[in-house]
């Protein structure tokens, strides 16, 4: 998707806007040169009736000029809100397999540096139509005020160019190459934040992240980043250098080879020099759109799907009746490094029956992790089929499919708003009597629908976590590991007294567990061993 595209798209009528006072401003412009050039230098008005009318037209052309910068500065950052809007919602309709591919690093470079550079292009993209307006309006007028000065000032300009473009081409590579660096600076910062207990524990391990990795990538990123602002530098000057040349070469033509007299050349020059402003605003707002179509570049290439305004699960949703979920020969194998496989699992057969309390074992790294989220549809089998009451749960069901589900994750985020069923509020009443289900009445408040306080002991943060789940009142509840930071006097309750209660209220429970004196709390207890899952006995 061509993000600029879309803004033109969704911004017709403000940039039309801008367009039409550009367009204003810039005959404006043009008619107080034209006032300079004929009425003061060609053929001189009495100044008092001069003077007022060259107010006027000044004030005319401030007013115009004020009226475009506000129109322009509202409508770019209007463009970046809806950018940033357009970017998150991009990411959050993205499945998670892309998501775990691409990696948090870079998404949070794309979520940071590329919304940056795009905030500048939006931001300087009003003002660079300004300034090529306002050249057009200027390079007309010039062409009007002296047909053969404008054909040398074309080839002049043409040269200019030329030279520029060269140089452009080196900034963009070496822009291209800064924002593929920042991807890696992004990964050193997330080491930094996340690695921040073991880092001050060892501080040699700091050093070394430090002096070895970071520096690196930041030096690497410094010196693109330097050639990009030197070889942009080098176009501003050219630009200028050019534009002062150009006067110089008018007025050599004018009264070396006679093309025009000396008050047409005067007048030439003052709009050539008016211009420079403009124009070096352009070579200015240059670096900035580079920036933005190379982030946009990246962005495209991190393939998140097409922006959709609706959060609407729309289509098929699973009967409320539903009485029976099977996996049938569902397999599935990550991608492995550089062509080879990776860890795969399958084919599973799992005959999953409404209201069942199952248990998952299996050793380290043997899939229950990946079984998870197999099951509740955040992963697409490679083979084989999910079917609810003999439903397929094919591409167009998945995502009311997993409405069937809240879960618990190993690496599960505590989210502070709490939340009903179907998105809408939660129940104070019920979210206060699970807080005391859960022994944390007296650690965490709940204000305005939130939780007060999520800066607790990690045992206490899963229970928040389950709490959370818990109020969403969805009919399957996944646990990985739940029970596994809780102390013995919380494990014995949740699974001789909490389980209990949610599979008598109906709740379809699977929990991932190493707990095997609690194995008889469970209906069935399943193994997960070299990809397969088989049913054991409960001693
Ligand atoms: N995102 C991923 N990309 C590639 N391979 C992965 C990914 N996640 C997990 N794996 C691999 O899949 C295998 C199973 O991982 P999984 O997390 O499902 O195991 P688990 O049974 O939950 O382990 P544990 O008991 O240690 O939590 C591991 O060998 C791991 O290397």
Not at 164 to 180: F, K, N, S, Y
Not at 235 to 243: K, L, S, Y
Not at 304 to 319: A, D, I, L, M, N
Not at 412 to 428: S, V
Request: aromatic letters at 10%; charged letters at 25%; a neutral charge.
């Amino acid at each position: 998707m061509n993000l600029i595209g879309l803004m033109f798209r969704r911004f017709r009528l403000g940039l039309l806007g801008v367009l039409l006072l550009s367009v204003a401003s810039a005959g404006l412009t043009v008619q107080v040169m034209a006032f300079v050039n004929e009425r003061l230098i060609q053929d001189p008005m009495d100044l008092e009736t001069a003077l007022p009318y060259f107010a006027g037209l000044l004030a005319a052309q401030f007013l115009v000029a004020t009226l475009a910068q506000i129109w322009m500065t509202t409508l770019g950052h209007r463009l970046v809100y809806e950018l940033r809007r357009t970017l998150v919602k991009r990411v959050l309709d993205t499945d998670l397999e892309h998501l775990e591919t691409l990696g948090p690093a870079r998404i949070l470079a794309s979520l940071g540096s590329d919304t940056g550079h795009l905030t500048s292009a939006f931001i300087g993209l009003p003002t660079a139509l300004y300034g090529v307006v306002l050249n057009l309006g200027g390079f007309a007028y010039l062409a009007w005020l002296s047909p053969p000065l404008f054909q040398a000032t074309l080839a002049w300009m043409a040269l200019t160019v030329a030279v520029a473009w060269m140089l452009l081409r080196r900034t963009h590579a070496r822009v291209e190459r800064a924002r593929e660096v920042e991807d890696r600076l992004y990964a050193d910062y997330q080491a930094v934040i996340e690695g921040r207990k073991e880092l001050a524990l060892n501080r040699e391990r700091a050093r070394r992240l430090y002096e070895e990795d970071f520096e690196r990538d930041a030096i690497a990123g410094r010196n693109e980043e330097t050639r990009a602002d030197l070889y942009n530098g080098l176009n501003e000057n050219w630009a200028n250098t050019m534009i002062l040349g150009v006067i110089g070469l008018c007025f050599f033509l004018a009264q070396g080879a006679g093309w025009a007299d000396t008050g047409v050349a005067t007048t030439y020059a003052l709009t050539l020099l008016f211009l420079r402003t403009p124009l070096a605003g352009l070579v200015t707002a240059v670096p900035g759109l580079i920036g933005g179509s190379v982030a946009l570049a990246k962005l495209k290439s991190l393939e998140f799907p097409e922006y959709s305004p609706t959060f609407k699960v729309r289509g098929w949703q699973p009967p409320a009746t539903w009485t029976r979920l099977e996996l049938d020969s569902v397999t599935y194998r990550y991608p492995g490094n550089e062509g080879e496989d990776g860890f795969g699992v399958g084919p599973l057969h799992l005959d999953l029956r409404r209201g069942e309390t199952v248990f998952l074992i299996g050793g380290n790294g043997s899939g229950k992790s990946t079984f998870a989220r197999l099951l509740t549809g955040l992963y697409r089998p490679h083979g084989g089929e999910i079917r609810l009451d003999g439903v397929p749960i094919g591409e167009t069901r998945r995502a009311g499919f997993r409405r069937l589900f809240a879960a618990v994750f190993a690496d599960f985020h505590l989210f502070q708003r709490l939340l009903g069923p179907d998105g809408f509020e939660a129940d104070a009443a019920d979210a206060r009597s699970w807080l005391e289900t859960l022994a944390l009445a007296d650690k965490v408040a709940i204000d305005g629908g939130r939780l007060d306080d999520t800066r607790l002991s990690q045992g206490q943060r899963k229970r928040l976590a389950l709490l959370l789940a818990l109020l969403e009142e969805r009919p399957i509840l996944v646990l990985d590991e739940w029970a596994a930071d809780q102390d013995p006097g919380f494990r014995r309750f949740f699974y001789t007294e909490l389980l209990p209660r949610l599979k008598a209220a109906g709740k379809t429970v699977v929990a991932i567990t190493h707990d095997e004196h609690y194995f008889h709390v469970a209906d069935r207890v399943l193994k997960l061993d070299l990809g397969e899952i088989r049913e054991t006995t409960i001693e």
